[in-house]
Each structure stands twice: as structure tokens, then as C-alpha cells.
């Protein structure tokens, strides 16, 4: 495979349920030069989290202060916490002639896309609804109404998909890894949201006629 390109941000998102978490750390662990951005947020750290490893934990105050001072690439609310993205450690792997990971949802790669306008967008689909729906139901975590939710919000969050540079679908683990490798090491035309092939494929996922 061909050597990865330096210094890229590389942004992703996807609907919940899509495996985004799981592939992006799948080939992380292959190619441990990938740097993961960690990210601030008001909330609680849970008993198996660490400062500065999982999240960057700040106040209220300590967030709000950051924004003003433009520190935040992208930031977000998410049940009552903030979450953000630090603009200065992201700055410092770049010009480290680091790649960089984001995980994100769409709203805040919007938000990197217009600060960054040089970020590589990846969105991760699922093979389709009726598979996002069993495996949020194999989960067995959440409520049917939960879940319910959760599938109107996949559906709105996937129907963003244009929206990014390249889509990856996640049907089967390994070879949607081989496929993300291509599109980090500048060969993913084949998954491009320009390719019509692809895009035809995705509409076809989320029941698209555009």
C-alpha cells in the first residue's frame, strides 16, 4: 500500500449505529503515525477516564472563556454539555507534519470544513437502514423508544452525507478498512462523493432521488 500523506486533518462523522468508532480505531492501530485530537468537554469524567487521554475535562466558565479566545475549532451541545475540538492541538500535529483524526457528527465538520477548507470529510454509512436498525437492537442497551429516536436521528444525520469529501460504507469490518487506508493515502477515488457510482450506491442506502 502506498505510505500515508503528512500533516492532513481528517474528519469523520456518521450516524449512530454506522461502526464509526470502530473502523477509525481498527486503522488507527495499524497506523499508529495517525494522531487522535482530544477533544475538551464540560461533562463529568467517568470513573475510566483520565484527563488529557479520553477528553480534555473543563468547566463551564473554563469552555466559554476558550471560545471567546477562538481556541475552538468546532464545538457542540450534546444533552446539556459542551464539546470542542482544540484549534491549538490540532495546529501543532499539522505542523508537526502529523495526520490528524477527528471523530465528530456533521454539524462540526461543517464547522471545520469552513475554518479548514484543506480537511479531508469522511462520512461512515451503514449498508442500510434495516442494518442500522438490528444493530441498535443487538445492543440491547436502549429502550424501543430510545432506539426509535435514534433511528430518526440516523436517518437525519445520513441524509448529510453529500455534505463530505468521501463516504465509506460498513458492511463488512476489514475490507471497509482496506477502503479507508485508500482514501488516507490519496487513492479513494472509488469512494469519493464526485464518483456517481458511489453516489448512486449511497442513494440507494438512504433512499435518496438526488
Given at each position: 500500500?502506498?505510505?500515508l500523506?503528512?500533516?492532513?486533518?481528517?474528519v469523520?462523522?456518521?450516524?449512530?449505529?454506522?461502526?464509526?468508532?470502530?473502523?477509525v480505531?481498527a486503522?488507527?492501530?495499524k497506523?499508529?503515525?495517525?494522531?487522535?485530537?482530544i477533544?475538551?468537554?464540560?461533562r463529568k469524567?467517568?470513573?475510566?477516564?483520565?484527563?488529557?487521554?479520553?477528553?480534555?475535562f473543563?468547566?463551564?466558565?473554563?469552555?466559554?472563556?476558550l471560545?471567546?479566545e477562538?481556541?475552538l475549532l468546532?464545538?457542540?451541545?450534546?444533552?446539556?454539555?459542551?464539546?470542542?475540538t482544540?484549534?491549538?492541538?490540532?495546529e501543532?500535529?499539522?505542523?508537526?507534519n502529523?495526520?490528524?483524526?477527528?471523530?465528530?457528527?456533521?454539524?462540526?465538520?461543517?464547522q471545520?470544513r469552513?475554518?479548514?477548507?484543506?480537511?479531508?470529510?469522511?462520512f461512515i454509512?451503514?449498508?442500510?437502514?434495516?442494518?442500522?436498525?438490528?444493530?441498535?437492537?443487538?445492543?440491547r442497551?436502549?429502550?424501543p423508544?430510545?432506539?426509535?429516536r435514534?433511528?430518526?436521528?440516523?436517518?437525519s444525520?445520513?441524509?448529510?452525507?453529500d455534505?463530505f469529501?468521501?463516504?465509506?460504507?460498513?458492511?463488512?469490518?476489514?475490507?471497509a478498512?482496506a477502503?479507508l487506508?485508500?482514501?488516507?493515502?490519496?487513492?479513494g477515488?472509488?469512494?469519493?462523493?464526485?464518483?456517481e457510482?458511489?453516489?448512486?450506491?449511497v442513494?440507494?442506502?438512504?433512499?435518496d432521488d438526488?
Amino acid at each position: 500500500m502506498t505510505e500515508l500523506r503528512s500533516g492532513k486533518l481528517y474528519v469523520f462523522a456518521a450516524a449512530s449505529g454506522a461502526g464509526k468508532t470502530t473502523l477509525v480505531h481498527a486503522v488507527v492501530r495499524k497506523h499508529p503515525e495517525l494522531r487522535f485530537s482530544i477533544s475538551y468537554t464540560t461533562r463529568k469524567p467517568r470513573r475510566n477516564e483520565a484527563d488529557g487521554v479520553d477528553y480534555l475535562f473543563v468547566t463551564e466558565s473554563e469552555f466559554m472563556r476558550l471560545r471567546a479566545e477562538g481556541e475552538l475549532l468546532e464545538s457542540a451541545e450534546v444533552f446539556g454539555n459542551f464539546y470542542a475540538t482544540s484549534r491549538s492541538q490540532v495546529e501543532k500535529h499539522l505542523a508537526d507534519n502529523r495526520d490528524v483524526v477527528l471523530e465528530i457528527d456533521w454539524q462540526g465538520a461543517r464547522q471545520v470544513r469552513e475554518s479548514m477548507p484543506e480537511s479531508v470529510t469522511i462520512f461512515i454509512m451503514p449498508p442500510s437502514v434495516a442494518e442500522l436498525e438490528r444493530r441498535l437492537r443487538e445492543r440491547r442497551t436502549d429502550a424501543p423508544d430510545v432506539i426509535e429516536r435514534r433511528l430518526r436521528d440516523a436517518r437525519s444525520d445520513m441524509s448529510h452525507w453529500d455534505e463530505f469529501d468521501y463516504v465509506i460504507v460498513n458492511d463488512d469490518l476489514n475490507r471497509a478498512v482496506a477502503d479507508l487506508e485508500a482514501v488516507l493515502a490519496g487513492e479513494g477515488e472509488a469512494f469519493s462523493t464526485a464518483n456517481e457510482a458511489l453516489r448512486e450506491a449511497v442513494r440507494r442506502i438512504v433512499g435518496d432521488d438526488r
